[in-house]
């Protein structure tokens, strides 16, 4: 049997593959597809498409945009005001429009206090305004207000209107599935789960280290490697480490695929999930590509 090492190199080296192709997708689009006038179709392609620029506004700060459509992009800054990207801009919309059954940019909600919410590492962009407006607390994984979601306390389960995760699973040591069934405890019989991943269209979710036991990452001669010993003493030795930017533990432990996820969301006990790949231009949100893309998952 190879070593970890080199069996981690090739599918390390496969997955920046994927990455790139994925970042330059995102970043430049469709080159031949439509650009649309929201001020003719605010939902959909417009009867008279644009090959210029769309205007959009903000739905965290209210700022007023333009922006070629083909390259607006998950991550990519696209709002002059706040410098959200598009999939922050996507989770507050998500939020209203799952909790309160409508499309409206936050500054223009009304508050409402008897709504809880709970974020996982939050970014202020959209944490920020949905504090503002509803019960909402953010917490994180590594300072205060702390939580752990593979090992939530009980006190907080079943309080919960929506919770909102996005891009956090992916860095949760296995098995995952501890945190999809304590998101799933969070929740209130109503409640939803707003949730996004990087994942592509294959069968089944890579897990990058399967056997993560007793581990821990540590710098070497300017590389980052990761140590462990599995559950029956065997030691391993990861390097090609992947890492993503933002607060607490970044490190990415897998690459789910979307099936995966559906699989992950029945066995917690969700009733249903939808994938949330629709387009609202007024906000400019634009998903041209099938994969990481939002997600939400219904209680009941």
């Known amino acids: 049997m190879p070593p970890p090492t080199a069996t ?17 997708r995102n970043q430049f689009g469709n080159r031949f597809g439509n650009h649309y006038d929201v001020e003719t179709d605010d939902k959909g392609p417009a009867t008279n498409v644009s090959l210029h620029d769309i205007k959009f506004r903000c739905n965290l700060c209210g700022s007023h945009n333009s922006a070629v459509l083909a390259r607006l992009s998950r991550e990519a800054p696209s709002c002059r005001g706040c410098g959200s990207n598009m999939r922050f801009r996507a989770m507050a919309h998500l939020v209203v429009r799952e909790v309160l059954g409508r499309d409206q940019s936050m500054p ?41 979601i593979a090992n939530v306390p009980p006190e907080r389960f079943g309080r919960y209107d929506f919770v909102v995760a996005s891009d956090v699973f992916e860095h949760v040591a296995p098995p995952v599935s501890r945190a999809f069934a304590n ?69 990415e432990m897998r690459l789910f695929s979307r099936a995966a996820l559906e699989r992950e969301f029945a066995r917690a006990g969700f009733a ?22 939002p997600m939400v998952a219904y209680a009941s």
């Open 8 to 24: 981690a190199r090739p599918l390390a080296s496969m997955l920046a593959r994927f990455r790139l192709w994925r970042a330059r």
């Open 108 to 148: 223009d909600v009304m508050r409402s206090r008897e709504i809880k919410g709970l974020g996982l590492s939050d970014v202020a962009s959209y944490a920020v305004p949905l504090a503002d407006k509803f019960d909402y607390e953010n917490t994180w994984y590594h300072m205060a207000p702390q939580l752990d």
């Open 272 to 293: 249903r999930v939808r994938v949330a790949d629709e387009s609202y231009l007024p906000f400019g949100i634009h998903w041209p590509e099938q994969f990481s893309v």
């Open 183 to 251: 998101a799933r405890k969070l929740l209130k019989p109503s409640g939803k789960f707003i949730f996004t991943v990087p994942f592509s269209l294959a069968a089944d979710t890579v897990e990058h280290f399967p056997d993560l036991y007793d581990w821990s990452v540590h710098e070497r001669n300017g590389m980052w490697q990761l140590d462990n010993i599995t559950v029956n003493g065997v030691r391993q030795t990861f390097d090609d480490l992947i890492f993503h930017g933002g607060p607490g533990t970044t490190l």
